[in-house]
């Protein structure tokens, strides 16, 4: 069974920072590319960063600059460097990546639990 696992939410106050971890664990081949997404009471579900197996990386402009993402291949682990963090950056935030399962020749989308992440002002 493959899952993702998340951790590393909390509170904080604005302009600290915080480090999400994620981390892909089953019968695994590869896993191209993982991302983490975010969804505010009342909002969609959005893209916050991805990365490839290569390291190229695609940010949401709300983050730029702010926001760090970057993963260990060996470890199937994602993580995601929070600085500067702002109050509407509160949301819970999802790890996403495509996974290709031993035995199986199409990748599959899984998604995370979720981890809360809280900015207080």
């Known amino acids: 069974q493959v899952q993702l696992v998340e951790s590393g939410g909390g509170l904080v106050q604005a302009g600290g920072s915080l480090r999400l971890s994620c981390e892909a664990s089953?019968?695994?081949?590869?896993?191209?590319?993982m991302a983490w997404y975010r969804q505010a009471p009342g909002n969609k579900r959005e893209l916050v960063a991805a990365?490839?197996?290569?390291?190229?990386?695609n940010y949401a402009d709300s983050v730029k600059g702010r926001f760090t993402i970057s993963r260990d291949n060996a470890k199937r682990t994602v993580y995601l460097q929070m600085n500067s963090l702002k109050p509407e950056d509160t949301a819970r935030y999802y790890c996403?990546?495509?996974?290709?399962?031993?035995?199986?020749?199409?990748?599959?989308?899984?998604w995370g639990q979720g981890t809360q992440v809280t900015v207080s002002s």
């Open positions: 089953g019968s695994i081949f590869n896993v191209n590319p």
């Open positions: 996403n990546a495509n996974i290709l399962r031993v035995g199986v020749f199409n990748y599959d989308v899984y």
């Open positions: 990365i490839t197996s290569g390291g190229t990386t």
